[in-house]
């Protein structure tokens, strides 16, 4: 018999009475499962023991070179150097310097072993490495804690109740089925997380001040029952705040067609919300509470009560991930592209948010080109 499993970044498992444990690569783990079919399907010994012997060599791999692993995308390709790490390499032989951290490999590795597109992966790595605060604190903790976030996991349990009560399954069964990632990757290497709000429910008369109801009921003039709460056709044209600091904390923008334009506290479907600089988002990793632009993962959403929303954030703009396990991240900038409270009026895909940042990416990359070429500069004059 020839079991083979996929565990992390290695294939491991038996072959008749024989272990095995050697580095993944598709290829190998290709051929290795067109043979343990056949074995399977053996009609001799003489035949079985040839496919274990063909079997054997393809457990056994030189471990001193630098090996490939997997394409990405485009001529993009994965390697392990003899150390065991992993890089981004171009088509043209230009290395990515910077080594992937091993949660993200495994994620490749996996993503790839059951089918699956690896190009969200490699564009979220790519996105991460544009990231400003990597070059201002420990970038490979940073780095290991943002991809750990990631890959968090969360048992749904509205989903596991209800594989067992309604579906028959076992507490272990649902729980497997129920396990899903506390946050998902668009096509694009976005994050698609989650915020939470609470609605703002009045408004002020605009020449007395006074404060007065946003929506008014309507009722049914023969029953008295309530035939509507008032509330707009689309989520859109609903105001809401921060959950937690509400009106207080710093004020941040809210930009878009219904958005406004200076910095206040309100959240909006439809819009970007950004801090106005990194100076307003503390980076500290130990650090919870504390000034930036929370959201998370379905974890960090059951924590609070209020309206919950749907998220795009660009891996630039994270600014830390604090040491919990409560799947929360601060950043500097998100887009809300719906919420569960109401429908949407429009239309946000995740490619027109990462449209905008890679615009603002080019300009941060003039800027950081134009300030090197300005450093040189004056370091001729000086010599």
Known sequence: MIS???????????????????NYEKD????????AEQADDAATVEEYNGILAEFAMLTTEDLSNKQFVMPLMGGVQLYRDPAGRHFVQFEDGDIIGT??????????????????????????????LRNPVLCKKNAED?????????????VHPKLKEELMEEHGLSEELAEQRATM???????????????VSREIMHKYDTETGEEIPRYERTFNPDTGEIQSEGLPEHVEDRLFEPSIKGQSGDAFYCEGANGYDSAQHFI??????????????????DQSCVPGLHVGGLKYIAWYSGEIHNIFVDP???GA???????????????????????NGSMYHSSTYASMTDDEWDEMKDSLIEEQTNKIELVRQLL
């Open 268 to 285: 909006k479907v439809g819009c970007t919300h950004r801090l106005p600089s990194w100076d307003m988002v503390n980076t500290n990793d």
């Open 4 to 22: 083979i499993n996929v565990i992390g970044e290695l294939i491991s498992g038996s072959y008749g009475n024989t272990p095995y444990s050697r």
């Open 181 to 195: 990632y506390q946050v998902k990757i668009t096509k694009e290497g976005l994050i698609n997380a989650f915020k």
């Open 142 to 154: 940073f780095t290991k804690r943002f991809f750990d976030f990631i890959d968090m996991k969360y």
């Open 316 to 318: 630039m703009h994270v």
């Open 28 to 35: 190998i783990y290709n051929q290795m499962v067109e043979l």
């Open 99 to 128: 080594p992937l951290p091993s949660v993200l490999v495994q994620r490749f590795i996996y993503t790839e072993s059951v089918g699956a597109d690896v190009t969200p992966l490699y564009k979220l790595w790519m996105r991460w």
């Open 321 to 343: 991930v604090p040491d919990s396990q409560d799947g929360a991240i601060r950043c500097l900038q998100y887009f809300v592209h719906s919420s569960l409270s109401g429908v």
